[in-house]
């Protein structure tokens, strides 16, 4: 059995593993025209995710967005990476919002509720992958129940982040 303690540790490290990414992301080199398509890529497929004044369809495009993410995040050895991808992809579109714009987007990301509730999300899910990693390693089995509330846990917060992102 897996102590809870050993969970933080791992998802603790997991999340230092999710900024460091972002960051290699952020510091990409981009030209001005890719970045202002990405830029707008990236506006775009938010916009096609809300719907104009239906809040509980925009919740539900959200949540629908964000909670595979999260589940195939738990997955052993493929979970981690694909945190780690996404988080740097979006250190990539950040640097790109910022040459778009001129805003320093990636100070700004940071520090909004929606994306600390999703990199909490991600840093658990990535972390529970990464356990998952070793139990497999190691030929141990890992314990259902406490598989299954960290999973429970996980998309709490996708759900809760697919609220803060839709008011």
Known sequence: MISWRIRIKITTIMLALILLAMIIGYTQEISSDDAVRLYKEALNYDEKLRSAGDVETTILNFFTDFAPIVI???IPFAGPVTVLFISFNAGYTI???????GHNALYTSLSESVVIVQLLALAIAGGEGLLQSYLVYRKMKADLFDSLAVITLEVSLAVLSAVLEAV
């Open 72 to 74: 195939v995040s738990n």
């Open 95 to 101: 640097k790109a919002e910022y040459i778009a714009t």
